[in-house]
């Protein structure tokens, strides 16, 4: 099955900074790449996604990147303020059929003021 | 548009009893999952439904856990009997349908301890 690995698991960044987080997954047939973001005691929601047919997508100040051939896609965020202090996941996973989306270990992410 | 809602938020419990959460999609979602979140990691998924069939429940312990969704619509999971190492968040999650890029919404999660 697939196994999708995120790194680092704890980031630390001053406010303005940009911060990135990483992971890489191992099922060459996956194709769509979300993150999810998860306030302290609140539910995953969704913040970015990427398609394979595609290497870059921005949201303001959240892009996403994807490399196929290394199998490995990234989160971007610039301008970091105090309210992206959370827990950011990736997950892989493949179109078509019963799809299931396989989620990373997480990255808390710490935005000081 | 109302969220995926879930029920109870909290439950203490001690081992070897049983448990059961409940889960109410989003109006008109066919799909719908429930995840196994322990702290620090991510989403697990333990089961996923289309309308009121099991798709996959590839990792769901079957000796002690089940599910069901009989009408299509709310679904339950239960443990029994609850071990300490079951002592995690339960996220119910529902989407429009199957296909991979559907957004998955979910609901708040029901923390579990077992002691």
């Known amino acids: 099955g697939e196994n999708v690995e995120q790194h680092p698991s704890t980031l630390s960044v001053q406010e303005g900074d940009s911060a990135v987080i990483k992971c890489t997954y191992s099922?060459?047939?996956?194709?769509?790449f979300p993150w999810y973001k998860q306030e302290l005691g609140k539910r995953p929601q969704l913040i970015i996604d990427?398609?394979?047919?595609?290497g870059e997508k921005k949201d303001q100040r959240i892009a996403v990147t994807l490399n196929k051939t290394a199998k490995h896609f990234s989160l971007h965020i610039t301008e970091t303020q105090p309210e992206d202090s959370a827990v950011y996941f990736c997950?892989?996973?493949?179109?078509?059929?019963?799809?299931?989306?396989?989620f990373g270990k997480g990255t808390m992410l710490l935005v000081s003021p | 548009e109302a969220g995926v809602a879930q029920s109870p938020r909290y439950k203490i419990i001690e081992k070897r009893q049983s448990v059961a959460f409940w889960c109410n999609p989003i109006?008109?979602?066919?799909?719908l999952y429930w995840y196994q979140q322990i702290l620090g990691q991510g989403p697990k998924l333990l089961i996923q439904?289309?309308?009121?069939?099991?798709?996959?429940d590839s990792q769901l312990p079957k000796d002690r856990f089940s599910a069901e969704r009989l009408k299509g619509v709310d679904s339950t999971l239960k443990i029994q009997p609850a071990k300490l190492e079951d002592s995690a968040v339960y996220l119910c999650?529902?989407?429009?349908?199957?296909?991979?890029?559907?957004?998955?919404?979910f609901g708040p999660g029901t923390r579990l301890t077992v002691l």
């Open positions: 999650a529902s989407s429009l349908q199957t296909r991979s890029y559907n957004e998955q919404f």
């Open positions: 099922d060459s047939a996956s194709n769509y």
């Open positions: 990427i398609r394979s047919n595609v």
């Open positions: 997950a892989a996973s493949k179109a078509g059929g019963y799809s299931t989306l396989t």
């Open positions: 109006s008109g979602h066919a799909t």
């Open positions: 439904f289309q309308n009121n069939g099991v798709v996959d």
